[in-house]
Every structure is written in structure tokens, then in C-alpha cells.
């Protein structure tokens, strides 16, 4: 995401500038605020909670604080007191990406941590009492090994129990690694139909009381609802989706045009 930036820690007191820029501009109608950029939960912890505490103090009608965390950052930066207190002082969602819970599609992706590790961290902020939200990546195993990627990731997810499920789905472009695997042939990007079917099998195969989000413009179809309460429903609108791709020319091309999320 960062390639065109060095990674550092910034300074509290520069961080405190951008909020009181952010009160200048919005006032006190801010009710959520994001820690940007890639993984703020790295900071040490008297740190965060400066933040915090300066947030919640510059905006009086602020209800939540989120953040990016990665699993190895969460495990090698925070013990579960740690973490307490940052929920404490009004960090109440961390965002992680768990893009695939299956250990080989990791490896190759350089995820950095395996699924035991994202397993683990998980239990530590949901135990911290914090909200906790998973990502997952479509078409990130390729043609070849959706399935079982998909069957993986909802059994890490089933044992996660997060708040909420979020997917997103996988777009090749340069210099990533994969961009020339598939170039080299040695990566076979999955077609929308088999992304939807991929994303049934995780439907299907959760055993979660988590909210299920297809929530972004990379996806193929927008399905949401509650799990287990909302799975049929949700299975029934993506089986409808893929029939539609069976059955209209127009709609399948327009799905697979690059161009559709030529903006992201």
C-alpha cells in the first residue's frame, strides 16, 4: 500500500497538530476517527493513549477510535493489559488483515505472520474487550487453489469469531510479485464467477456470530447481513448473482473489464 513511503513512528505532539487541524475543519460534529496510516498500534502504548485522551478531549461527541493492527505487531508490541488500556482509554476497533487462513497462500504472499499467529492476536484484543474487524482477499490463492483457500480462511475465521468479516478482492497490478507470476503463468487469476463461488464457500463454511460486509467497489456482488442468522439469504443472493453471469453476456464482460475498478 506504502511503497512511495519511508516507514517512521511520528511524534505525539506532531500527531496532536493533525487533530486540532481535523477540529478546525469539522468542529464538533466528529463522532469517529481512524489512527491512518498502515499500523499505528505499534506505537507504545503511553503514546496511543496521549492520543487518545487528546481526541476524545478535542471532540465531545466522539463515540469510537479505530485502528489498523497487524497479528505480528499485536503479538510482538502489546501484552493484553497493554491493550486494556488502550481500549480503556477509547480505542475500541482494531482492523486486521487476515486476507487468507490458509498457511500457503501466506507464505506466498508475505503475509509475515501464519494463521496460528492472526489466531492468536485475535483472542488477545477481543479479550482486551475491543472490537475486532478481519479482512479477507479474494482470488488471492489464484484458480488452481480458491477452494481450499476458502475453506481454510472460514475455518480461521469460525475460530477468530470476529465482529465483523470484510472482503475485498484480490486486483494484479505492477510491481506486485503476483502482477509477473501471472504474467509468468505461474499465477491464474480466478474469474468473477469463481470469486463468487469462493466467497459461498466461505459463507457456508463459517461457524461465526460475526457481520459479513462486501462492502467495497472491487467486489463482485454487495452482500451483507448477520451471521448465522442472514447466511441462506446471503448464499441465495450470490447463487442469483452467478446465474446472472450464466445467463447475460453484457453483464459477465462488464464484470471482468479492468476498467470497472480502475479507480481504486
Same mark, same amino acid.
Given at each position: #500500500?506504502?511503497?512511495?513511503?519511508?516507514?517512521?513512528?511520528?511524534?505525539?505532539?506532531?500527531?496532536?497538530?493533525?487533530?486540532?487541524?481535523?477540529?478546525?475543519?469539522?468542529?464538533?460534529? $466528529?463522532? %469517529?476517527?481512524?489512527?491512518?496510516?498502515?499500523?499505528?498500534?505499534?506505537?507504545?502504548?503511553?503514546?496511543?493513549?496521549?492520543?487518545?485522551?487528546?481526541?476524545?478531549?478535542?471532540?465531545?461527541?466522539?463515540?469510537? $477510535?479505530?485502528?489498523?493492527?497487524?497479528?505480528?505487531?499485536?503479538?510482538?508490541?502489546?501484552?493484553?493489559?497493554?491493550?486494556?488500556?488502550?481500549?480503556?482509554?477509547?480505542?475500541?476497533?482494531?482492523?486486521? *488483515?487476515?486476507? @487468507?487462513?490458509?498457511?500457503?497462500?501466506?507464505?506466498?504472499?508475505? !503475509?509475515?505472520?501464519? @494463521?496460528?499467529? #492472526?489466531?492468536?492476536?485475535?483472542?488477545?484484543?477481543?479479550?482486551?474487550?475491543?472490537?475486532? /474487524?478481519?479482512?479477507?482477499?479474494?482470488?488471492?490463492? *489464484? !484458480?488452481?487453489?480458491?477452494?481450499?483457500?476458502?475453506?481454510? %480462511?472460514?475455518?480461521?475465521?469460525?475460530?477468530?469469531?470476529?465482529?465483523?468479516?470484510?472482503?475485498?478482492?484480490?486486483?494484479?497490478?505492477?510491481?506486485?510479485?503476483?502482477?509477473?507470476?501471472?504474467?509468468? *503463468?505461474?499465477?491464474?487469476?480466478?474469474?468473477?464467477?469463481?470469486?463468487?463461488?469462493?466467497?459461498? %464457500?466461505?459463507?457456508? +463454511?463459517?461457524?461465526?456470530?460475526?457481520?459479513?460486509?462486501?462492502?467495497?467497489? /472491487? =467486489?463482485?456482488? +454487495?452482500?451483507?447481513?448477520?451471521?448465522?442468522?442472514?447466511?441462506?439469504?446471503?448464499?441465495?443472493?450470490?447463487?442469483?448473482?452467478?446465474?446472472?453471469?450464466? +445467463?447475460?453476456?453484457?453483464? !459477465?464482460?462488464?464484470?471482468?473489464?479492468?476498467?470497472?475498478?480502475? =479507480?481504486?
Amino acid at each position: #500500500m506504502y511503497k512511495d513511503k519511508r516507514f517512521k513512528i511520528r511524534s505525539v505532539d506532531d500527531i496532536k497538530e493533525d487533530i486540532i487541524s481535523a477540529k478546525m475543519s469539522y468542529g464538533d460534529s $466528529v463522532r %469517529t476517527i481512524f489512527l491512518a496510516d498502515g499500523n499505528s498500534i505499534i506505537m507504545k502504548t503511553p503514546q496511543l493513549v496521549e492520543i487518545l485522551d487528546f481526541c476524545y478531549a478535542m471532540f465531545p461527541n466522539l463515540e469510537r $477510535v479505530t485502528s489498523y493492527g497487524a497479528a505480528k505487531f499485536v503479538l510482538g508490541t502489546k501484552t493484553t493489559e497493554e491493550l486494556k488500556e488502550l481500549k480503556k482509554a477509547g480505542l475500541t476497533r482494531i482492523h486486521m *488483515g487476515l486476507e @487468507s487462513g490458509d498457511d500457503e497462500v501466506l507464505l506466498r504472499i508475505r !503475509k509475515g505472520s501464519n @494463521s496460528q499467529e #492472526m489466531i492468536e492476536a485475535s483472542r488477545t484484543i477481543k479479550e482486551a474487550g475491543m472490537e475486532l /474487524s478481519q479482512y479477507v482477499l479474494l482470488g488471492i490463492a *489464484g !484458480k488452481n487453489d480458491w477452494e481450499r483457500h476458502a475453506k481454510n %480462511t472460514a475455518k480461521v475465521l469460525s475460530e477468530m469469531n470476529p465482529d465483523f468479516i470484510r472482503v475485498r478482492t484480490l486486483i494484479l497490478r505492477p510491481p506486485a510479485p503476483l502482477f509477473e507470476d501471472e504474467k509468468n *503463468g505461474d499465477f491464474v487469476p480466478c474469474e468473477p464467477e469463481e470469486v463468487l463461488n469462493e466467497t459461498a %464457500t466461505i459463507i457456508e +463454511n463459517l461457524n461465526a456470530t460475526s457481520q459479513f460486509a462486501s462492502d467495497h467497489v /472491487s =467486489n463482485y456482488a +454487495n452482500i451483507n447481513g448477520k451471521l448465522p442468522e442472514e447466511k441462506n439469504r446471503m448464499l441465495l443472493e450470490l447463487a442469483n448473482v452467478r446465474k446472472r453471469i450464466r +445467463n447475460d453476456p453484457d453483464f !459477465k464482460a462488464w464484470l471482468e473489464d479492468p476498467a470497472r475498478c480502475a =479507480n481504486l
